[in-house]
């Protein structure tokens, strides 16, 4: 005897193969930003401009989610800012240094298969130290929203180049008053084959960007505590 067809059946085995699920794809970035310039007032002497231009890098990682969605935690470390009183000479020098630990959600949209937009938005914790070789060291944590607009070339399925502009907060600190904004150049690796060395790099990464930037919270909510 013969079955009834069922024309629902093959229907739904069709939709159900058409419609993957989406696969986690983690990435790591490294960018070199611009350097920035620092200035230092003691009292109502002239300000003093930094005498150098410090190298600026930015290491990051991310797991992107759906196509278009990503989260993702990132690193800078922007050098230090050196500085010498003319009056003095070296007798009187003094350095401004400065880091931030970020994490943010990142939208992307593609424009076509090579170039696409993205912005980010999150939370950035900015610390500075300054000391100088008078025996004065201060250091100030500073947490603030942070942002951030771009444009990406995909030069491959796995490598592509960000151009992007990020904001990291600005405050008045013990230190003074500061803008931390960056513009920023660099490549990303993405879509590491599953189960290879560079997938075991890409989580080893991960995971240390995330707890880097756990440790710098918890700690600065902890002295925030404290003061």
Not at 199 to 220: I, K
């Amino acid at each position: 005897m013969k079955r009834p067809y069922r024309p629902g059946t093959a229907t739904r085995s069709t939709s159900a193969a058409a419609s993957p699920a989406w696969a986690l794809e983690p990435y790591v970035g490294l960018s070199l930003a611009t350097p920035g310039e620092a200035r230092l007032q003691s009292g109502s002497s002239a300000a003093i401009k930094n005498s150098n231009n410090p190298t600026a890098v930015r290491l990051y990682g991310g797991l992107k989610l759906t196509p278009e969605w990503s989260v993702e935690a990132g690193y800078g470390a922007f050098g230090s800012w050196r500085f010498t009183d003319p009056a003095s000479g070296p007798l009187d020098r003094a350095r401004l240094s400065s880091n931030v630990f970020t994490l943010a959600g990142r939208y992307t949209l593609a424009l076509d298969d090579t170039f696409s937009i993205f912005g980010k938005a999150g939370v950035a914790l900015n610390r500075f130290r300054y000391r100088d070789n008078q025996g004065q060291s201060i250091k100030d944590n500073i947490t603030r929203p942070m942002w951030g607009l771009g444009v990406e070339a995909k030069l491959s399925d796995h490598l592509s180049i960000p151009i992007e502009f990020e904001s990291f907060g600005s405050s008045r600190t013990q230190l003074g008053r500061f803008n931390q904004r960056k513009l920023e150049i660099g490549a990303r690796l993405q879509r590491v084959e599953a189960g290879g060395e560079r997938l075991h790099l890409v989580a080893m990464l991960l995971r240390l960007l995330v707890e880097r930037a756990g440790e710098a919270v918890a700690l600065h909510l902890r002295l925030g505590e404290r003061g």
